[in-house]
């Protein structure tokens, strides 16, 4: 059984109506099976916030998602396992003023 810690920064939110949870798995589950847990569980408005709109299977050019403290952004570490107490963070970058 692992547990993982998730931050969601805004928007994402505003759809999760928390900043932090608590997920326990029975399993250890990778960086994709997380993010299809997460959009079953808050629906398509999670996945759009995800993935590029115009580019299919690229994320989204303002997501970095934190694991640990480590950000990434590329698509090659969806395969990527999360273990117990893994902490991970939904950070959506916003540019100009």
Do not use: A, C
């Not at 692992?2 to 932090?20: D, M, Q, R, V, Y």
């Not at 589950?29 to 408005?45: D, N």
């Not at 403290?69 to 969806?78: M, N």
């Amino acid at each position: 059984m692992i547990s993982l810690s998730l931050s969601f920064e805004p928007p994402f939110n505003e759809l999760t109506k928390s900043l932090h949870d608590q997920l326990i798995f029975e399993t250890e589950i990778t960086i994709r099976e997380l993010l299809e847990y997460l959009e079953k569980e808050y629906g398509k408005e999670f996945y759009n916030l995800i993935w590029d709109k115009k580019k299919k299977g690229e994320f989204s050019s303002f997501l970095s998602i934190i694991v640990n403290g480590r950000s990434y952004r590329k698509d090659d570490f969806l395969d990527m396992k999360l273990k117990h107490n893994d902490d991970i963070t939904f950070l959506y970058l916003y540019f100009g003023g």
